[in-house]
Nanobody, 115 residues
Framework: QVQLVESGGGLVQPGGSLRLSCAASGIIFSRYIMGWYRQAPGKQRELVATISSVSTTNYADSVKGRFTISRDNAKNTVYLQMNSLKPEDTAVYYC?????????WGQGTQVTVSS
């Protein structure tokens, strides 16, 4: 059974930082492209960042220079370090794992940026 469990969300003031974690089980983690997506109220889910099996990274323009995705294959975990957070970063953040035709999602973790 595949599980992706996100943690680390919460309420933070503008300019603050959070680190999201996603622990994966039931997959050969090192093979998978791992990613973070987000969905704000009334909006479609959008890509935030991805990291390949060889740690090549890709970011949405809106988060470049502020967010960093990383992975620890020994811990089957992917991280998203979010700095200089803005109110427009408020969303539910979802972890995603993808390999060939296999595609899995976590349940999401809420990030709220507000003063």
């Amino acid at each position: 059974q595949v599980q992706l469990v996100e943690s680390g969300g919460g309420l933070v003031q503008p300019g603050g930082s959070l680190r999201l974690s996603c622990a994966a089980s039931g997959i050969i983690f090192s093979r998978y492209i791992m990613g973070w997506y987000r969905q704000a109220p009334g909006k479609q889910r959008e890509l935030v960042a991805t990291i390949s099996s060889v740690s090549t990274t890709n970011y949405a323009d809106s988060v470049k220079g502020r967010f960093t995705i990383s992975r620890d294959n020994a811990k089957n975990t992917v991280y998203l370090q979010m700095n200089s957070l803005k109110p427009e970063d408020t969303a539910v953040y979802y972890c995603n794992s993808r390999w060939l035709a296999l595609n899995y999602w976590g349940q999401g973790t809420q990030v709220t940026v507000s003063s």
